[in-house]
Nanobody
Framework: QVQLVESGGGLAQPGGSLRLSCAAA????????MGWYRQDPGKERELVAR???????YYSSSVTGRFTVSRVNADNTVYLQMNALKPEDAAVYYC?????????????????????WGQGTLVTVSE
């Protein structure tokens, strides 16, 4: 099983910044896709940003120019730098990872695919 541990949420003022981190641990051969969703009560879960193993990125139009997603592939870690925060950015942010386990014989070849989620970290934006 691959576990994702998130950190970095909290309270920020409008216009302020926060940095979220998410580290994956387990029998991981590779992570192809890693990123962040968010969900506010009463709203649908929204893909905020993602980064693939080749360096390609996607951003929701609501965060483009303000948020930056980055990865350290060797550490199986993804970050979300959030600048110029707005009250509408307040939500629970969930990290996810999609990749392959190590095979039963070892990590020299891929095993089954996995999709894992973090427990969520709360971001509050308020004066």
């Amino acid at each position: 099983q691959v576990q994702l541990v998130e950190s970095g949420g909290g309270l920020a003022q409008p216009g302020g910044s926060l940095r979220l981190s998410c580290a994956a641990a387990g029998s991981i051969f590779t992570i192809n896709d890693m990123g962040w969703y968010r969900q506010d009560p009463g709203k649908e879960r929204e893909l905020v940003a993602r980064r693939d193993s080749g360096g390609g990125s996607y951003y929701s139009s609501s965060v483009t120019g303000r948020f930056t997603v980055s990865r350290v592939n060797a550490d199986n870690t993804v970050y979300l730098q959030m600048n110029a925060l707005k009250p509408e950015d307040a939500a629970v942010y969930y990290c996810y990872a999609i990749g392959y386990y190590c095979s039963a014989s070892g990590c020299d070849r891929p095993g089954p695919q996995f999709e894992s989620w973090g427990q969520g970290t709360l971001v509050t934006v308020s004066e």
